[in-house]
């Protein structure tokens, strides 16, 4: 919705820059909009401040708070020590995994530290239907193999696939084990994994 009745999202967003020592065109830049055009409908009171700005305002500048960029409320540095960024990318499990690596997320998620990850994605995969969600975002955490805890839900990323399974560590194999009884059991050799994330929390959206 458009905020037509004053500036104040525009005083909020002038203290930023000021703050960050920029131009509005070099702003613009930084945080990775294609155009400054939008900044400057702010400033001339024909917008607000949408989230996905503000997300994106954030990611770029942790130290500014959030929810205070957003409604006013708090203080411009009041970003609690206990809330973290963590980037989200919406796609199945393969694309996001491995071929966004050059790639901006489409979005963050404002997490508290205790969920300990470091990207977020959504499940398109329904081989763990009864335990995920399609449709869920899964906060994932990049771990050393000796780090799986046999029975552990993970994503696990090889050269030929992805796939969200339950681990369970035999020997130099992992067995990967679908909720989903139309899906088959996989074996898989460790030297043939290229990268685990253990699966840290799981939000579901309906």
């Not at 155009?35 to 949408?50: D, H, M």
């Not at 990318?89 to 404002?110: A, K, N, T």
Request: include cysteine; proline fraction near 4%.
């Amino acid at each position: 919705m458009n905020k037509t009745n004053n500036n104040s999202d525009w005083e909020r967003l002038e203290s930023v820059i000021r703050w960050a020592q920029m131009t509005i065109n070099g702003f613009g830049v930084h945080i990775g909009l294609p155009r400054a055009e939008n900044l400057y409908q702010i400033k001339a009171g024909k917008n607000g401040i949408s989230r996905a700005l503000g997300s994106r305002i954030v990611e770029h500048f942790p130290e500014i708070s959030l929810g205070w960029l957003l409604s006013g409320e708090g203080d411009m540095f009041g970003r609690r020590e206990d809330v973290r960024s963590v980037p989200f990318y919406d796609g199945d499990l393969s694309s996001c995994l491995v071929q966004r690596r050059e790639g901006e997320p489409d979005s963050v998620f404002v997490v508290p530290t205790v969920v300990d990850c470091d990207i977020a994605i959504r499940s398109c995969d329904d081989a763990m239907a009864g335990e995920v969600v399609v449709g869920s975002i899964l906060f994932l955490k990049k771990i050393d193999p000796e780090a799986i805890i046999s029975g552990g839900l993970y994503v696990i990323v090889c050269p030929n696939y992805v796939l969200l399974r339950r681990v369970r560590v035999a020997d130099e194999c992992l067995r990967l084990e679908p909720a989903n009884k139309d899906y088959d059991v996989i074996e898989v050799f460790s030297q043939q994994v290229e990268a685990i994330y253990r699966v840290k929390g799981n939000l579901r959206l309906y």
